[in-house]
């Protein structure tokens, strides 16, 4: 497989593959959009909430902000490591704390505050909730490594996607990161996700037919020396 990149940006990937089957694009599709692990608000602890919103649209809502995700700094949910929930490289708190004045008060993104100065939300203007003047919100919130196969708030890519070209076995691959892991990571994790899956497959591939027709053909060469 070959990669030429066309296009490329902190937070979009184009690139020209050849040598590569249709099966196989929509593998590396798939596996970006399902499989390479993100970090995002998981857990979500209300203390204060004077807002119209209920606690758990509010707590879906923290969990849907793309959150600067660095890399290999964390462990996935699914990793044996992170088994238990409790290791320190399982996951990283953030806090909201904010009071209204005089006015209605906008919580907005950036009002978070995390433990990892390396994870912030990646876009501070999304907009969160409203409370009332002379009120305040406050919050505490767990981020954990997660994927996309299981919730769509760990997809990594808000565009991944193939076109196909002229040429049989070339396709044009476009990628749009959600900003939490640039574009080109986004990619080359994907590839390694799917190195990684095969390797395990051909080593769990037993062909006995195969297998016991070596082991025939050794016995009986074994068998006619001397």
């Not at 849907?64 to 996935?76: D, E, F, R, W």
């Not at 912030?120 to 409203?130: A, L």
Request: overall charge negative; proline content about 7%; charged content about 25%.
């Amino acid at each position: 497989m070959k990669v030429e990149v066309l296009k490329l940006s902190e937070e979009y990937f184009e690139a020209m593959i050849s040598g590569c089957s249709e099966a196989m694009m929509n593998a590396i599709r798939r596996t970006i959009l399902e499989e390479v692990p993100v970090l995002a608000i998981h857990e979500v602890f209300i203390f204060e909430n004077p807002g119209p919103m209920f606690d758990e649209i509010l707590s879906h809502r923290l969990g849907l902000i793309p959150l600067k995700t660095p890399v290999g700094k964390y462990l996935p949910m699914d990793s044996p490591e992170c088994a238990e929930g409790s290791g320190e490289r399982c996951f990283t708190t953030l806090s909201l704390d904010v009071s209204a004045g005089d006015e209605p008060l906008t919580v907005y993104a950036k009002d978070l505050e995390c433990k990892d100065a390396e994870v912030y939300p990646v876009y501070g203007n999304i907009p969160i909730t409203k409370i009332p003047p002379k009120s305040r919100l406050r919050l505490e919130a767990i981020a954990r490594m997660g994927r996309g196969r299981m919730h769509a708030k760990w997809q990594p890519a808000s565009l991944a996607t193939y076109s196909f070209t002229d040429q049989p076995g070339v396709f044009i691959f476009k990628l749009e990161s959600t900003g939490s892991l640039p574009a080109f990571e986004i990619f080359k994790q994907a590839l390694g996700i799917l190195r990684d899956k095969f390797k395990t497959l051909m080593d769990s591939v037993t062909l006995l037919g195969v297998e016991e027709q070596n082991g025939k053909e050794s016995a009986d060469g074994v068998g006619g020396v001397g």
